[in-house]
């Protein structure tokens, strides 16, 4: 029997899975992608079902993940401090994440899928980075606009 290959976007973080998305979304919406085989529509298919697997998963542990720090103390309470500690790490680069793209929405509008994915800004990973991300999408909606 043929087993399928390993989720390839099973541990991505959420902003790598947010890219791989709108990558599909735009894979998926092209008006004339050309003509695929049978096995490409396959693979494809079964790609797409492994990202929204990997989605699902990530929607639903997002609000309260019992596999998480809460699972991992159990029993074990000296361990309450790192398990914690790492799933509020997570938490803040998933707000910053949320964050930024709202930000950029509210800056540049229709086109801010786009910006932001066009660049390798790493708006997540501090709040120093964020805040820097957020002086480079200031800077660029300022540019956009149209001086008398």
């Avoid at 103390?73 to 509020?88: I, K």
Wanted: proline share 6%; aromatic share 4%; glycine share 6%.
């Amino acid at each position: 029997m043929k087993r399928d290959p390993p989720n390839r976007f099973r541990d991505l973080p959420i902003e790598d899975l947010y890219t791989a998305c709108q990558k599909r979304a735009g894979t998926l919406m092209d008006p004339q992608p050309g003509p695929r085989t049978p096995q490409q529509r396959a693979d494809l298919a079964l790609d797409t079902g492994h990202l929204l697997l990997a989605v699902a998963f990530v929607i639903l542990h997002s609000k309260h993940d019992k596999g998480g720090a809460e699972h991992e103390v159990l029993g074990r309470p000296s361990n309450l401090v790192s398990a914690f500690t790492a799933a509020h790490q997570v938490e803040l680069r998933n707000a910053r994440h949320r964050t930024l793209c709202r930000a950029a929405s509210a800056a540049l509008g229709k086109d801010w899928e786009g910006w932001l994915s066009s660049r390798r800004i790493d708006g997540i990973s501090s709040e120093e980075a964020f805040q820097e991300a957020l002086r480079a999408l200031q800077a660029e909606a300022q540019a956009r606009i149209v001086k008398p």
